[in-house]
């Protein structure tokens, strides 16, 4: 696999893997000489991207102490979730009525590797064939402004997705779900394809409710 453009972009997608995968668990300090060294890079791009995940609520910095991994907590996923109902529900009804069988074929693509990495248990690969699986269809929406923000909120709960899909019943069960969200974007059927997204975003926040309690620790 090739390096991303920059080495800014390396070292930010190395760091969240490296926090999905729990390599980096919540309140764990950062230490930056080390990463740097294990990563082959400088300190410059290593404090440029702890600044983005500082911005998306991924890391903390406190003076003296340095960068730290953020605790997972449930009001933050509450408020995240919230807004991505508010706006991929807009951007999906936009995109169901567009979807070309290129489109079609992307979404069809990215199922397919989703299901690829579930059945290896590869949380990490799983987490990053949905994230394509969800983008092919809303892209199609040409709202580059509204996806903006809704990539910034799905930075922001990568964390989030590696417990859910640490369980053998959520990974089936997001199997079954973007089986009928593909087949409500085949129909081009706007209602039902809202509809179908909404709920698979209610079931992984009410499984993490399980997992969570209100301090973001796990239960």
Do not use: C
Request: hydrophobic share 40%; proline share 4%; net charge neutral.
């Amino acid at each position: 696999m090739s390096r991303p453009p920059t080495t800014q972009e390396f070292v930010l997608d190395e760091l969240r893997k490296a926090i999905v995968s729990r390599r980096l668990s919540p309140r764990q300090p950062i230490r930056q000489d080390a990463i740097a060294h294990q990563l082959g890079v400088s300190r410059v791009p290593l404090r440029e991207a702890l600044k983005t995940l500082e911005a998306e609520g991924q890391v903390v910095y406190e003076p003296h102490r340095g960068y730290s991994v953020a605790e997972l907590s449930l009001s933050d996923l509450l408020e995240v979730y919230r807004l991505r109902d508010l706006l991929e529900s807009e951007a999906a009804t936009v995109a169901a009525r567009k979807f070309t069988d290129t489109d079609l074929a992307r979404v069809l693509d990215a199922q397919r590797d989703v299901e690829s990495a579930a059945d290896g248990s590869d949380l990490v690969g799983m987490i990053t064939a949905n994230r394509r699986f969800h983008f092919a269809l809303l892209e199609p929406a040409g709202m580059p402004r509204l996806l903006r923000i809704v990539r910034t909120l799905w930075d922001a709960t990568d964390a989030y997705r590696a417990v859910y899909y640490n369980s053998d019943v959520n990974r089936a069960r997001v199997r079954d779900e973007h089986e009928r969200i593909v087949q409500a974007a085949k129909q081009r059927d706007a209602e039902a394809l809202t509809t179908l997204l909404d709920t698979h975003r209610r079931h992984a926040v009410d499984a993490l409710r399980a997992t969570l309690d209100a301090d973001g620790s796990p239960g």
